[in-house]
T-cell receptor, first 112, second 115 residues
Framework: GEDVEQSLFLSVREGDSSVINCTYT??????LYWYKQEPGAGLQLLTY?????DMKQDQRLTVLLNKKDKHLSLRIADTQTGDSAIYFC????????????FGKGTSLLVTP | GAGVSQTPSNKVTEKGKYVELRCDPI?????LYWYRQSLGQGPEFLIY????????DSGLPNDRFFAVRPEGSVSTLKIQRTERGDSAVYLC?????????????FGPGTRLTVT
């Protein structure tokens, strides 16, 4: 299966921008996803990007994709305390196409 | 509309016991997935159903784990002779179809604790 790597922790101040990074190994991925998990809650699909794009913006969220380096990032503008959560990068399994391979998640802490 | 629901939300069982975890997917979603999330890890794929059949069970860790979806809607994950290492959050997801283009919607999970 694919390796999906993320840094484990990020701490930012309220109002600053957050950037969460992800690297993956499979080059055939077509859609790449970002999920958010709040304490005690399930995974919420935040956004996704199609592999023929290099950027997608959705309100405060910006996804950047560098296919050459197999690097995906999620930028959250004007980060709020409510954004504190674990963020997972997910990439479809190259063999199956439907099973998602997740990173270990980046725990984002937003301080006032 | 209603999202993916899972019951129970928490299950504590003794080592060696049998447990069943239930998943109700979003109405009309033909694809259903089970994942397992251990503490500090991302979810790991277990099994995928397209309709009633298990199209891919390659993620099931061993033959103590089994899942069914008899009518193509509700699914039950069954674990026999539970072990302490089975303790995790079991997540169910569903999607309108299968393949890379279909978003997977996750339920809140069942937290299984084996004592």
């Amino acid at each position: 299966g694919e390796d999906v790597e993320q840094s484990l922790f990020l701490s930012v101040r309220e109002g600053d921008s957050s950037v969460i990074n992800c690297t993956y190994t499979d080059s055939s991925s077509t859609y790449l996803y970002w999920y958010k998990q709040e304490p005690g809650a399930g995974l919420q699909l935040l956004t996704y990007i199609f592999s023929n794009m290099d950027m997608k913006q959705d309100q405060r969220l910006t996804v950047l994709l560098n296919k050459k380096d197999k690097h995906l990032s999620l930028r959250i503008a004007d980060t709020q305390t409510g954004d504190s959560a674990i963020y997972f990068c997910a990439v479809p399994n190259s063999n199956s196409g439907y099973a998602l391979n997740f990173g270990k998640g980046t725990s984002l802490l937003v301080t006032p | 509309g209603a999202g993916v629901s899972q019951t129970p939300s928490n299950k504590v069982t003794e080592k060696g016991k049998y447990v069943e975890l239930r998943c109700d997917p979003i109405s009309g979603h033909t694809a259903l997935y089970w994942y397992r999330q251990s503490l500090g890890q991302g979810p790991e794929f277990l099994i995928y159903f397209q309709g009633t059949g298990a199209a891919d069970d390659s993620g099931l860790p061993n033959d103590r784990f089994f899942a069914v979806r008899p009518e193509g809607s509700v699914s039950t994950l069954k674990i026999q002779r539970t072990e302490r290492g089975d303790s995790a959050v079991y997540l169910c997801a569903s999607s309108l179809g299968s393949g890379r283009a279909y978003e997977q919607y996750f339920g809140p999970g069942t937290r299984l604790t084996v004592t």
